[in-house]
């Protein structure tokens, strides 16, 4: 198994956290069992980009998952494509193949790709939640549902470790809103 994930977006939407997350999340903590009762470890390259400009430039951050060896570091084309920004939008929706799954937030990003597509509210849900900082794990919580790459636990566990401990709370419960919305995305809702 080898996947490939790209997150996209502009400066100061927590894009390259995202990332870092999740490749922590499978390297460090998510190591589940094979069909012959082996575990089956998994390793994470990340890699990242941002524009001239870091805050509202374009920001990008690929993650790449295998349970095999891995012989070269970037994503080309990703098998999942997060977008956070109508700039972002622009930039990499080219980058993609027929059965790349595309996870965007329709409130920033009003165009309507074709294929496999799930629409996320992440920044309307996050503000519900009191800040907008956190639309980046609500994204991400929604991303982990479609694409189960991880274990939830794994990706909370790792998200944990890097986000301040006075924000927990307001993380976990960002992150559990996101599964919530990821799940209604699978299910038809928001879903093309």
């Given amino acids: 198994m080898e996947m490939g994930i790209r997150f996209t977006g502009f400066g100061g939407q927590g894009v390259i956290l995202m990332g870092i997350v999740l490749a922590r999340a499978a390297a460090l903590h998510d190591q589940p069992q094979g069909v012959d009762g082996k575990v089956k470890r998994k390793s994470a390259i990340q890699t990242q980009s941002y524009g001239p400009s870091a805050r509202g430039g374009h920001s990008k951050c690929d993650v790449k998952i295998s349970t095999e060896e891995m012989h070269y570091p970037f994503v080309e084309i990703p098998d999942y494509l997060v977008i956070l920004s109508r700039q972002a939008y622009g930039k990499y929706i080219h980058d993609v193949k027929p059965e790349t799954k595309i996870v965007l937030d329709p409130d920033l990003v ?19 939640l009191g800040t907008r900082v ?16 991880v274990s939830y636990e794994a990706l ?29 995305a699978m299910h038809g809702k928001d879903k093309d």
């Fill in 110 to 128: 009003p165009e309507k790709p074709e294929g496999y597509v799930y629409r996320i509210s992440a920044t309307k849900s996050a503000e519900e």
């Fill in 134 to 149: 956190v639309a980046n794990v609500v994204m991400l919580g929604a991303m982990r549902e479609v694409s189960n790459i």
């Fill in 156 to 184: 909370e566990k790792a998200m944990l470790e890097i986000v301040p401990k006075a924000t927990y709370d307001l993380n976990k419960k960002a992150l559990a809103l996101g599964r919530q919305l990821g799940r209604e």
